[in-house]
C-alpha cells in the first residue's frame, strides 16, 4: 500500500473519530460564560475578555489567528499556534469548531506586570451525574503594536518561572527552583549526539522541558487540570517531533527516550509505531526502567497467562499503567535485530513502512519470523533469557 493511501486512510479515521465525537455531543454548540464575579465595570478588564471571548467564538482556527501574537503563529503555524490543541484535539483538524462543541467558562481575569492571564474551564456536557470537564487552563494577553494579543501560557511561563541551559543541541527547560545536574545532561547530550550519528541524522536543536512531577510540567503549559492525570505516577513524557519538543517528568535530566522520537522523525516519517516505541525503549528506557526490567515483567506476565496469543501482536495494547506491549515487545524486537545485524537491520525496519501488514512482512522478510510462530518464538525466547532473573 502506498504513503499517500496510508494518509488518505489516516485521515479519514480522524474526520470520522471526530464526527462520532459531534455526535456524541448531540451537535449542539455549548459557548462561552463568564464567571457572574467578573463585573468589567469595577475591574477593568473588559478589552482583554473582549479579545478572548472573540477569538474563542471565531470557531475557526485560520481566523482566530489574527488576535494571537505573532511569533507564535509564526513559531506553531497558522493553524497550531494554541498549543493546548495539543493535550486534547481528539484528531481534529479545527480545534476552534470542537471548543464551539464544549463549554468554556472563563473564571478569572488577573492584570500580571505587562500582562492580563485569564483562567478558563473547557467542559463538555454532563452525562447522568458525571461531569464533563477537560481542563482548566490559563492564557495570557499583551499589547503588540498597540493591540492587546494572546499568547501559550508556555511562552510567559519560561520567562518568569523556568531557567534554561543549553548543551549541545539541546536547549534544558526546568523550574528555577530545581538544582541543575550538568552531568547527567552532558551525559544525555552525548548519548543523544552518538544514537544520532548511527542513524546517520545530524539532529537539530531541541528542547527539552521537564519537572519532577505531571502537575509541575502541566502547570508549565498553563494547565491547572488536565483530564486522565489520575492515580499513582510513573516517570513519563511526550514527544513534539513538529516541533522538536519533549516535555518529561519524574527523570530529571536524563531520559532520552523522548529525544530518541525526535530524532527518527527527522529521517523515518512511515515507520510503524511498533518500531517507533520499540527503537526508544531498546535504546533509552521506558517510564524510567530498562528493556531488560520491563521484559522480565513481562515474561512473568505471559507465563501466568497462556491465552495471550501473540500470534495477534498488534492486537494487545497495556499489561498495566507501567507496561505496554507496543514499547517492551517493540523494544524486544528491535532488540533482536540489532543483536543479528547491527545498526542496518534495525534500519531496515524502520524503512519497512507504517501499516500493520507491512510490519508483520517486516518480521518476516528481515527477522525471519512468521507470524504464525510469533507466539511460540516470543515466549521460548523470553524464558530463555529472563526465567531464570525472576
Excluded at 58 to 75: F, I, M
Excluded at 360 to 388: C, H, M, P, V, W
Aim: hydrophobic share 35%; aromatic share 14%.
Amino acid at each position: 500500500m502506498c504513503a499517500g493511501c496510508l494518509l488518505c486512510m489516516k485521515t479519514m479515521r480522524k474526520i470520522m473519530f471526530g464526527w462520532c465525537l459531534l455526535c456524541a455531543l448531540g451537535m449542539k454548540a455549548q459557548g462561552v460564560l463568564i464567571n457572574y464575579d467578573l463585573d468589567t465595570a469595577v475591574y477593568q478588564i473588559a478589552k482583554p475578555l473582549k479579545v478572548w471571548t472573540a477569538f474563542l467564538k471565531t470557531k475557526d482556527d485560520s481566523l482566530g489567528a489574527r488576535y494571537w501574537n505573532r511569533e507564535e503563529v509564526k513559531t506553531y503555524g497558522p493553524k497550531s499556534y494554541f498549543l493546548l490543541r495539543h493535550e486534547l484535539d481528539f484528531g481534529m483538524d479545527n480545534f476552534l469548531q470542537l471548543l464551539g462543541y464544549a463549554t468554556v467558562k472563563v473564571l478569572k481575569v488577573k492584570k500580571n506586570g505587562d500582562y492580563y492571564k485569564i483562567t478558563s474551564l473547557m467542559e463538555f456536557k454532563p452525562e447522568a451525574d458525571k461531569a464533563n470537564v477537560q481542563y482548566i487552563f490559563h492564557v495570557y494577553l499583551k499589547e503588540e503594536d498597540g493591540q492587546l494579543k494572546l499568547y501559550n501560557a508556555q511562552a510567559i511561563n519560561n520567562q518568569l518561572y523556568m531557567a534554561k541551559q543549553v548543551i549541545g543541541t539541546i536547549v534544558y527547560r526546568y523550574p528555577k527552583t530545581h538544582t541543575f545536574d550538568q552531568e547527567l545532561a552532558t551525559k544525555q547530550s552525548a548519548f543523544i549526539t552518538a544514537f544520532s550519528s548511527n542513524f546517520g541524522i545530524t539532529p537539530d536543536t531541541m528542547h527539552y522541558y521537564f519537572a519532577d512531577s505531571s502537575e509541575d510540567l502541566q502547570k508549565i503549559k498553563g494547565l491547572d487540570f488536565f483530564i486522565g492525570n489520575n492515580g499513582e505516577e510513573y516517570p513519563s513524557g511526550r514527544a513534539d517531533a513538529k516541533n522538536q519538543t519533549v516535555y518529561s517528568f519524574g527523570m530529571g535530566e536524563y531520559y532520552p527516550h523522548e529525544l530518541i522520537h525526535l530524532v527518527l522523525h527527522k529521517k523515518y516519517q512511515h515507520m510503524h509505531p511498533w518500531f517507533d516505541e520499540g527503537v526508544a525503549t531498546c535504546f533509552g528506557m521506558s517510564r524510567g526502567k530498562s528493556l531488560d526490567w520491563h521484559l522480565q515483567k513481562t515474561t512473568a506476565y505471559l507465563d501466568a497467562h497462556p491465552e495471550v496469543n501473540l500470534n495477534n501482536l498488534l492486537d494487545y495494547t497495556s499489561i498495566d499503567a507501567i507496561t505496554d506491549y507496543r514499547y517492551v515487545l517493540g523494544g524486544f524486537l528491535i532488540n533482536y535485530a540489532y543483536e543479528k545485524g547491527g545498526y542496518a537491520l534495525v534500519i531496515k525496519l524502520l524503512e519497512s513502512g507504517s501499516s500493520d501488514d507491512q510490519f508483520y512482512q517486516a518480521l518476516k522478510n528481515q527477522l525471519g519470523l512468521d507470524r504464525q510462530k510469533l507466539n511460540t518464538f516470543i515466549r521460548t525466547e523470553l524464558k530463555k533469557r529472563y526465567s531464570q532473573k525472576q
